[in-house]
């Protein structure tokens, strides 16, 4: 009999605590089964983060850190710097990256540092119940945004892949997401080049996954999926950003 | 040698191959040393970082993946750390921190203070945590006790604050390394380096269960109480036969020394308890010294703040006298001395009385 389907081996046995809908399992399954493809179980090191991803040590079995919210790219650096060797990638939201931790990974990719940022973007703050995020739409109604998102008073969603790509540390951005299964494929392939592009050296690799929160957003998890495309990539368009060499 | 190059330079030669760094006065020669030194290291690893909060987060990471990290700052950087250093306390990483103090609070100013005794004493970040704090009071004695800051901050597996200030940090002496013994092995069994051949590990603080956040809580706590019992140091100067002690530390006990000097020429008793931890406190010498005299002299380039220290040392023991010289202010020691004096000769007064 031929296994078409099981857990990755570099999952462990436990239940995710991710809300029914909610991208995020599907996105930590993808690393573990891109980690296992590549072989790079023994040598990989995850910086988990602050927000819904946190517990991503309670599913991962592979060496992971916990770093405070936003700073996940500067604890990457430094386990990076020390063990060029290893395979590091940061696990982030859009509240950790694109707003508490701004300057760590803004840096972090303009340095060039050889790490990998997995940047998952679901336009709110889970964790916390849903409040306004940086990549939050215009018009968006959170509960820190009643009355929704206005440009004048709490600015324009935030778009990360385009402002990293004005940096010349940077080496693969690509914007994914995790709605359905063609893009669940993409997503997948997309994690696996940038861990390619770590291990050759050729620069900072960050992949945006646009990701369904059906519990913040107050629509069903179908409804959250087709929000996806019919809202989010209209400002948040899928695809290769940037590549700076083939891997 | 200035104080912070021998602080860098004693920190490479104690094994230190990473760090991370912001500019701020009046640390930068450190910074600047390292950025040249630390790299003629195998493996040394140099960063100067966005900020003083990344530098503290690359120094979690470099402790994470098992190397001897440092990061060193001044005030208002050092508020900065403080996340960072709380998540060390609570993950149980060593790592050494310098700050060279300067007058605050506030952007204050780049003079010599003694404005972060409290903060650095007190944990400093948010949570129940401790570290040890260091204050050297030399150029010499700041390269010897980065040796030491790192071997403790390696024993139990907690950061280490080395206090100096700005004046320790600028001034040139004669220093002589030792590279004397051979660094100790100690044990990595919770360094990340990838799960090769052995069960995956993780590095967190975060325990939702409130009963394992207590135990974690209480685990640290006996671990700082193994630090109040092994760790305390401090200095003593002409205290057997004295009738006040003085007590300062780092710069300030210098100029202390210089004081009582002059005043033993003048005939008056009086002597000098040095903390060289502020944090352990060295309680016991302190009531110990209460039993053979009742006047303690504090003397503090800040408002008074290792006063509340000696005053929960003595339970209200003794009489504690106070001389402050906060904003970056050095008082000279014969400006010194005429206090001290001025308060002996008021306290033999009132006894004749």
């Known amino acids: ?247 | 040698m200035s104080g912070n190059s021998a602080v860098g330079e004693a920190a490479v030669l104690a094994g230190c191959t990473a760090y991370f760094g912001y500019p701020i006065t009046p640390q930068n020669e450190l910074t600047e040393h390292m950025a040249k030194r630390i790299v003629e290291v195998p493996g040394g690893v140099f960063i100067q970082s966005e900020s003083e909060i990344a530098a503290i987060n690359m120094v979690l990471g470099a402790s994470a993946a098992g190397a001897r990290a440092m990061t060193s700052s001044s005030g208002p950087g050092i508020s900065l750390k403080q996340e960072g250093i709380s998540y060390l306390a609570a993950d149980e990483l060593p790592a050494v921190i310098v700050n060279m103090m300067r007058g605050g609070p506030g952007m204050g100013n780049i003079s010599p203070a003694q404005s972060d005794y409290l903060q650095a004493t007190r944990g400093g970040g948010h949570g129940d945590y401790r570290t040890i704090v260091l204050a050297p009071a030399s150029v010499q004695e700041a390269a010897d006790l980065v040796y030491v800051a790192f071997d403790l901050a390696d024993t139990y597996r907690n950061p280490v604050v080395i206090l100096g200030d700005g004046m320790l940090g600028q001034m040139m002496e004669p220093v002589t390394f030792t590279t004397a013994a051979p660094r100790k092995e100690y044990p990595k069994e919770y360094v990340l380096s990838g799960a090769s051949g052995r069960p995956s590990r993780m590095i967190r603080s975060l325990l939702f269960d409130t009963k394992e956040e207590e135990e974690h809580n209480w685990k640290l706590f006996r671990k700082y109480q193994l630090m109040e019992h092994n760790e305390v140091r401090y200095e003593t100067f002409l205290l057997d036969d004295a009738d006040m002690a003085v007590l300062a530390y780092g710069i300030a006990a210098r100029i202390a020394k210089g004081a009582i000097k002059r005043l033993r020429q003048e005939g008056l008793k009086v002597g000098l308890i040095r903390p060289i931890t502020l944090w352990p406190f060295p309680m016991k010498i302190i009531q110990e010294t209460a039993k053979q005299l009742g006047d303690f002299f504090v003397f503090e380039m800040s408002t008074g703040q290792m006063i509340e220290d000696v005053k929960l040392a003595l339970e209200g023991k003794g009489h504690i006298h106070f001389y402050g010289r906060p904003g970056g202010v050095i008082p000279t020691p014969v400006e010194l001395s005429r206090i001290i004096a001025r308060h002996c000769y008021q306290s033999q007064r009132s006894k004749k009385r």
Request: hydrophobic content about 40%; some cysteine.
């Open chain 1, 1 to 247: 009999m031929k296994t078409v389907y099981c857990r990755p081996k570099c999952m462990k046995e436990a239940h995710f605590h991710y809300c029914p809908g909610c991208g995020h399992g599907v996105i930590t399954r993808l690393i573990a089964e891109v980690v296992d493809e590549m072989e790079l179980r023994d040598k990989t090191i995850c910086v988990a983060p602050a927000g819904c991803g946190m517990l991503l040590y309670n599913y991962f079995d592979i060496d992971t850190i916990e770093s405070a919210h936003g700073r996940g790219a500067a604890v990457a650096t430094g386990i990076k710097r020390v063990r060029p060797e290893n395979l590091v990638f940061s696990y982030q939201g859009d509240g950790d990256l694109a707003a508490i931790g701004t300057a760590e990974g803004f840096h972090a990719a303009n340095r060039g540092e050889l790490i990998s940022v997995i940047f998952v973007n679901n336009g709110v703050y889970g964790m916390t119940g849903g409040q306004m995020a940086p990549t939050t739409m215009l018009e968006q109604v959170t509960t820190t945004s009643p009355a929704g998102r206005d440009s004048v008073l709490q600015g324009h969603p935030v778009k990360i892949c385009e402002v990293y790509a004005t940096l010349d540390g940077t080496s693969y951005l690509e914007r994914v997401a995790v709605n359905k299964p063609a893009a669940i494929i993409k997503t997948k392939k997309a994690i696996a080049k940038a861990f390619r592009h770590q291990q050759q050296k050729t620069g900072f690799s960050l992949v945006e996954i646009l990701s369904p929160c059906p519990t913040n957003w107050k629509m069903s998890p179908l409804d959250s999926c087709r929000w996806v495309d019919d809202v989010m990539t209209k400002v948040f368009p899928l695809g290769l950003i940037k590549e700076t060499k083939k891997c």
